[in-house]
C-alpha cells in the first residue's frame, strides 16, 4: 500500500505540473469500454524477454479473456485527463504462491489514471500515454497493480470520444499478476464542456511616486527611505564603500569585510600584524615569526635571534651563555702548564696524561662548554717549520680529547709557532717553557 500511494502522490504532481488555462479542457464524461486481459504474453515478457515475445508469441490466441468497464473521464488540462474505470471480466486468475484454479471466476478491476495527451480535443487524433495504480479481487485475494500504457483518442463529434488502449499492468503486491490489458471504450460528455470565464479588465490605476530622499528609487522599494544611495542596496548608502550598506556596517566610515560586519581585520595586540595573519593575536610580535614575539628557548631572557647559547640557560653579559666560573678556568689553565713536549717533536710526554684526564673530567661535566687549544714552539726548533709543528702540538691535545670521547665539534685548535713566548727563548729552561699549549675554556 505504501507504494500505492507513492505512485498517487506522483501522478497527482504531475496533473498539477501540466495544468493550464485554455478552452479544450474534456468535461466530465462517461463511457463503456471492451477489453482483453492476456496473462500468457505477460509470463512469456517476464521469462524469456521482448524479442521471444514477438518472436514465438500468438497475440490473438484464446488464451485472451474478454471483460467490459465503465469509465469515468475528467478533463483536468488541454494535455491531462484523469480516468477511473471499474473493470470485470471471467478468468483463471493466477495467483502467486497458490495452487492453479480448476475454473474461472470474475476478476473485478478499478484503476485511477492520468492520460498525458500530446495534442489538445481539438485535433481529431491524439497519441497518449497513461499512468495509473489499481486494485484488483478475484475470489478471496485481493492485489494491487500498476498500469502503465499507450493509447490512441479520436474525437469523433462535439463530446464523444474513441479511446483506443493498450497497457502492461505492473504487479505490486504478492497477490496482484503481471498482464496485458488491451480495451476499446467510447465516453461521452455528461455536462457542460468547461469554458474559461471571460477576462475582466480592471481599471489601472496609476500610483503616485513617493521619493522622500530623492534617491531615484521610490519609497515603496526604498530599505531607507530617508537617507540617499544606491539601488544595488535597496536605497541605503555605503559610506565608505566597502559593499556593506551602512545600516548593517558596525564601522560605516572605514572600509572592512562582511565576515567582521563591516569593520577591518582586527589587530588585537596592535603589533600591526591583523589576526587573521597573527599565530599570537593577543601577544605583540614581529612579522618574521607570524606576528609572535622572537622566541626565547630556554627561557633566560635572552632571544633565541641574540643567544648564542639557546637550549641552555645562560646570561645576557654572556649572549645568553651560561658563564665559566673562574675555578674551573684556573684549573683548566693549570693543567695546561703540566702538558710538556720533547725539543722539535709534536707528540706530548707521557707525563702529560693526567693533567689532560682533568681537562677531559671538566669537559664531560660542562656539556655546554668548548675548549680552543692554541699549540706554540720555542725560537729554535721545528727546523724552520714552527708554524707546522705548532699546529701538530694542537692536534695532538685534541686528538687525545676525542679519544677520551670529547665531541670534536667542542674543540678548535689554532698554531702559532714561536709567537707570544713566556721564557726567554735563549735559555733551556726558557725554551722548555714555551714548547707549549694553551687552553681557553669557552662557553660558545
Not at 19 to 47: H, T
Not at 191 to 212: F, H, L, S, T
Not at 307 to 316: A, I, L, T
Request: charge should be negative.
Amino acid at each position: 500500500m505504501k507504494k500505492v500511494f507513492i505512485l498517487f502522490t506522483s501522478f497527482c504532481f504531475f496533473s498539477h505540473a501540466f495544468a493550464q488555462k485554455n478552452d479544450y479542457k474534456k468535461g466530465k464524461s462517461l463511457g463503456v469500454s471492451f477489453f482483453l486481459n492476456d496473462f500468457k504474453s505477460a509470463s512469456e515478457l517476464r521469462s524469456n524477454g521482448i524479442v521471444s515475445l514477438f518472436k514465438n508469441h500468438d497475440f490473438f490466441s484464446s488464451q485472451m479473456n474478454p471483460g467490459f468497464a465503465v469509465d469515468y473521464v475528467n478533463g483536468l488540462s488541454n494535455h491531462v485527463d484523469f480516468i477511473a474505470a471499474l473493470a470485470g471480466s471471467s478468468v483463471n486468475y493466477p495467483v502467486q504462491n497458490v495452487a492453479p484454479f480448476t475454473s474461472k471466476s470474475v476478476l473485478l478491476e478499478t484503476t485511477a489514471s492520468l492520460n498525458f495527451k500530446l495534442l489538445a480535443d481539438n485535433y481529431w487524433l491524439t497519441p497518449f500515454i497513461d499512468l495509473g495504480v489499481g486494485a484488483s479481487k478475484y475470489k478471496k485475494y485481493f492485489g494491487a497493480f500498476m498500469p502503465v500504457g499507450l493509447g490512441l483518442q479520436a474525437h469523433l463529434s462535439k463530446n464523444v470520444f474513441l479511446l483506443l488502449n493498450s497497457q502492461y499492468r505492473i504487479a505490486v503486491t504478492e497477490n496482484a499478476s503481471y498482464h496485458f490489458y488491451h480495451s476499446v471504450g467510447i465516453v461521452t460528455s455528461i455536462g457542460p464542456k468547461k469554458i474559461a470565464p471571460p477576462q475582466v479588465e480592471k481599471e489601472v490605476e496609476i500610483p503616485v511616486v513617493v521619493d522622500r530622499d530623492h534617491d531615484g528609487i521610490v519609497d515603496s522599494l526604498d530599505a531607507c527611505p530617508d537617507q540617499a544611495g544606491i539601488a544595488a542596496f535597496h536605497g541605503c548608502p555605503d559610506t565608505d564603500g566597502d559593499g556593506i550598506p551602512d545600516k548593517d556596517d558596525k564601522c560605516p566610515k572605514v572600509a572592512g569585510l562582511a565576515k567582521y560586519q563591516g569593520c577591518p581585520i582586527p589587530d588585537t595586540d596592535k603589533d600591526g600584524i591583523n589576526d587573521e595573519e597573527d599565530r599570537c593575536p593577543n601577544v605583540p610580535g614581529v612579522a618574521r615569526y607570524q606576528g609572535c614575539p622572537v622566541p626565547d628557548t630556554d627561557n633566560d631572557g635572552v632571544n633565541d635571534e641574540e643567544d648564542k647559547c639557546p637550549n641552555e640557560v645562560g646570561d645576557s653579559s654572556n649572549f645568553g651563555c651560561p658563564i665559566i666560573d673562574s675555578s674551573t678556568v684556573q684549573k683548566v689553565n693549570a693543567a695546561a702548564k703540566n702538558i710538556f713536549f720533547a725539543s722539535s717533536k709534536g707528540i706530548f710526554l707521557s707525563a702529560s696524561n693526567a693533567p689532560l684526564q682533568k681537562i677531559v673530567k671538566i669537559l664531560n661535566e660542562n656539556p655546554v662548554y668548548k675548549v680552543e687549544i692554541n699549540g706554540y714552539t720555542d725560537s729554535r726548533e721545528g727546523h724552520g717549520n714552527q708554524q707546522l709543528l705548532s699546529e701538530e702540538r694542537a692536534n695532538a691535545v685534541k686528538d687525545y680529547l676525542v679519544k677520551k670521547g670529547i665531541d670534536a665539534d667542542r674543540i678548535t685548535t689554532k698554531g702559532y709557532g714561536s709567537e707570544n713566548p713566556i721564557a726567554d727563548n735563549n735559555t733551556v729552561i726558557g725554551r722548555g717553557k714555551n714548547r707549549r699549549v694553551d687552553i681557553e675554556l669557552k662557553s660558545f
